[in-house]
């Protein structure tokens, strides 16, 4: 990777994240012909812009999310300084209707939404749905977690941590987020269900430990390929390259690539033999794991996945994937906030800011290029939506809350004074500056302890 293309993803991402949330604001708001003061990126001082119109197009100071300032509206002005006081009355953002008020704040959220829905819906159109396992074992691995839950060859999981008829990627999903922790498993076997526990096996992977259930789901023929040779380490020192597809290792006939990776760590410090292919010819390397940077984990620096077939794929079976996707991730997501609050898992492995964000963008686009940016762009869009929906005033959701409040008072003669609000106001501005600090100070924390996680839930704030 250029030293480049890491800042430019993290640009790319993030700005792109945060403009297409303003401009559901900014667009809804000229529909409704409301007057739009500032479209800003970012927080603070304005660095340089231009004005259109009525309306200031601009950069701001503080990179950590962005603004649209409405004419009338001075609800948030802490954060987006005071606005005109010559804004024709018909133009104004606070005279306006309830109704439209709330489909203005909700826009916001819902164009990252959309993001996040149109951008799995576009590939699975141009290129297809990929075919993922059914939920039967292949291989169990001695003395691994399967092997003592009784798992055996053959077994078909129909249920799974309380989830019926899972399908392998929730079965993985639930796994890596539940290391040590007992799962309820119930499996078929000879045309009889059998009720299983499985318990994760705890493994340190990217600095955080997540679970792993030590067998390989029937994966068919699939070939397997090196998605990524790193540079300078065992694997690359040897000659393995980035495509080389992998037929054995150590004399075992690959299944999987979770086949490989388990192989070597089980394998560390000895000499690891595979035999791979490379444009038609079958060649032999030996190698042996070693401690690699930034984690000091013994590998050989290779990534391992299965080449999966793409079915063709409609309109409507293309848009099924994409909810079923992005409805995927918010579970995960609300299981690891739960776990979280719950004191199962540690908030500094799970929530992170900016650094985090640049992280796993340059992660994401290092291994998988084009597709790696556009799918952080889709994760971090759904993530910001959504967050953006919670009742914390400052956020959209907290506007919407206290638009809904303001309209149940109405029906009893009732209404929010300016310093209520304005009190109110201020408290969400604490808490949001808090939240700032602790991802900011928790994202250099794990930088300094070289603990980089995997996408985390995001956190940062658009308004």
Do not use: C
Request: aromatic residues 8%; neutral net charge.
């Amino acid at each position: 990777m250029s030293y480049l293309q890491a800042p430019l993803a993290f640009i790319f991402i993030l700005g792109a994240a945060v403009v297409l949330h303003e401009f559901g604001h900014f667009i809804v708001a000229k529909l409704f012909k409301i007057r739009v003061e500032t479209f800003s990126f970012g927080f603070g001082p304005r660095l340089f812009g231009r004005k259109y119109g009525h309306t200031d197009y601009r950069v701001s100071a503080i990179p950590l999310g962005g603004y649209v300032k409405l004419g009338g509206d001075e609800s948030n002005a802490p954060l987006e300084g005071a606005g005109a006081t010559d804004i024709p009355q018909e133009e104004m953002f606070n005279l306006r209707p309830r109704w439209q008020r709330i489909l203005v704040a909700l826009a916001g959220p819902v164009m990252n939404i959309l993001t996040a829905l149109a951008i799995p819906m576009a590939a699975a159109l141009m290129y297809g749905i990929p075919a993922t396992p059914a939920p039967v074992v292949s291989t169990v691995f001695r003395g691994g977690a399967a092997d003592a839950a009784g798992l055996k060859p053959g077994d078909r999981i129909v249920a799974f941590n309380g989830t019926e008829h899972p399908k392998w990627d929730i079965i993985r999903g639930d796994a890596l987020l539940s290391p040590g922790q007992p799962l309820p498993v119930v499996i078929e076997r000879d045309g009889q269900r059998i009720p299983l526990t499985i318990t994760p096996t705890a493994q340190v992977e990217d600095g955080e430990t997540a679970g792993f259930l030590d067998f390989v789901p029937d994966y068919g023929d699939l070939p397997v390929i090196l998605r990524e040779v790193e540079p300078n380490t065992p694997a690359a020192e040897v000659g393995l390259r980035s495509g080389d597809r992998v037929l054995s290792i150590g004399g075992e006939s690959i299944r999987s690539a979770e086949h490989v990776t388990q192989y070597v760590r089980d394998h560390k410090s000895e000499p690891i033999t595979l035999t791979v292919e490379r444009n038609g010819q079958r060649l032999e390397y030996t190698a042996r794991t070693r401690s690699l940077p930034p984690d000091g984990r013994e590998r050989l620096g290779i990534k391992p996945d299965e080449e999966v077939p793409l079915q063709a794929a409609g309109l409507m079976s293309s848009l099924s994937y994409a909810v079923d996707s992005n409805i995927e991730i918010l579970r995960l997501t609300a299981k690891a906030i739960g776990q979280v609050f719950a004191g199962q898992r540690s908030a500094r492995n799970t929530l992170s800011g900016p650094i985090g964000i640049y992280n796993a963008a340059s992660n994401s686009v290092e291994r998988l290029g084009w597709a790696g940016l556009f799918a952080m762009l889709g994760f971090l869009s759904l993530n910001l939506g959504i967050f953006n929906l919670l009742p914390i005033p400052v956020l959209d959701g907290g506007a919407i809350f206290l638009l809904l409040i303001e309209g149940a008072l109405a029906t009893i003669g009732l209404k929010l004074s300016m310093g209520v609000r304005e009190r109110i106001q201020q408290v969400g501005f604490v808490v949001v500056i808090l939240l700032m600090v602790f991802v900011i100070t928790n994202d250099v924390v794990k930088q300094f302890s070289r603990t980089t996680s995997s996408p985390p839930a995001a956190t940062e704030p658009a308004k």
